[in-house]
């Protein structure tokens, strides 16, 4: 598989202290128990959650 960087994930998040602040929340959330939004076996879960933030499937949402 390809590697991930952050360019790739900037191009959906505004900038990185955003993306930090996603990718954090997104493990919290994989290490209880959700599920993977993208196929990503062997890998981290750091990695898994900035794969998702760059395909697309986790979003910010503003409260």
Known sequence: MARITVEDCLKRVQNRFVLVHMVAKRVRRIREGSEYLVSSPKNEDIVVAL?????????????
């Not at 760059?54 to 409260?63: E, F, P, R, V």
Request: glycine share 8%.
């Open 51 to 63: 794969r998702e933030i760059a395909a697309g499937k986790i979003k910010l949402i503003d409260d």
